[in-house]
């Protein structure tokens, strides 16, 4: 009786996690609006410089194009069928400021990633509901979670892969994996 307890709480579990992933997808995608019509033609910049968020503008000057989590997001995504990169932290976070010295601000790094993926970097105080599911995530399919918090979505904006720092070599390693396999 007790396994059989288990299973079923264990089911639902996962049936709401699956629903919350849903719900946030859908949810984003239908506010979404529309970039121009060619956004190849637009190359993208680091959007953080100027950024109100002390810890996102922090970045602004990484060779990372990041861009700022929205519905614009998803959208070029899907156009260009690539990945997105979401980098979640906090200002006071130590691993943060080294992941950002180590790969962020490495431009080999930095160019690897820009190929790759759209990358969004989260201020995880000001997109708390975007971080939580993001852990939630980490959580579940690594066994540890913490920041900075760094998740691979599908261009439809599911999960793919997450974890937490990573050093620069295998950073890069890990991207040029993705990179032949996507």
């Not at 639902?12 to 859908?26: E, M, P, S």
Request: proline share 7%; with cysteine; charged share 15%.
């Amino acid at each position: 009786m007790l396994q059989t307890t288990k299973a079923v709480i264990t089911q639902k579990k996962q049936a709401d996690f699956h629903f919350f992933t849903w719900l946030i997808v859908v949810s984003i995608v239908s506010t979404a609006t529309p970039l121009q019509a060619n956004p190849e033609a637009q190359p993208l910049s680091n959007q953080l410089k100027q950024h109100p968020s002390p810890y996102l503008a922090l970045h602004g000057n990484d060779p990372v194009h990041w861009q700022d989590w929205g519905p614009a997001v998803i959208e070029r995504a899907k156009t260009e069928n690539k990945l997105i990169f979401v980098s979640s932290g906090y200002f006071s976070c130590h691993w943060c400021h080294v992941m950002q010295r180590e790969s962020y601000s490495d431009q080999g790094v930095a160019d690897l990633l820009n190929q790759l993926a759209i990358p969004v970097k989260v201020d995880r105080e000001l997109q708390s509901a975007l971080d939580s599911w993001l852990i939630d995530f980490t959580q579940r399919t690594t066994g540890q979670a913490g920041w900075p918090l760094n998740v691979f979505l599908t261009p439809d904006g599911y999960p793919l892969l997450g974890m937490t720092y990573l050093p620069k070599d295998n950073f890069s390693d890990l991207l040029t994996k993705l990179q032949s396999r996507w």
